[in-house]
């Protein structure tokens, strides 16, 4: 069965290009959100296996964001996406429950092994 992967960040050719490189890779993308309320929403709606989750984003961050998933689903497994330089960020969603994150502009082989590792660990009960 594919894995059905929630794409989230503001910019669309971002999504597009996440998306592109997940569906290739025999991934099924399930919905997009432009912004981080809109990925709670969508979390909520179609519960997918795995969320890639932009950090900057207008409305709501991506770090809220995550906050608000795992408050939701404590196993939830979300990616965060950040650009270089955003390490303090990324180590705040990674404290809020983010399983792993990727640098943008993305490396395919790297997004593809990120993903994998993260939607292969089974959940802490």
Known sequence: MKSKILVVDDAIFMRKMISEILEENGMEVVGEAD????????????RPDLVTMDIIMPEMNGIDAVREIIAM????????CSALGQQALVQEALTAGAKDFLIKPFNPSRVIEVIGKVLSQTANV
């Not at 912004?35 to 179609?46: D, I, Q, Y």
């Open 73 to 80: 689903d404590s196993n939830a497994k979300i990616v965060m």
């Open 35 to 46: 912004t981080g309320s809109r990925a709670v929403e969508r979390f909520k709606e179609l």
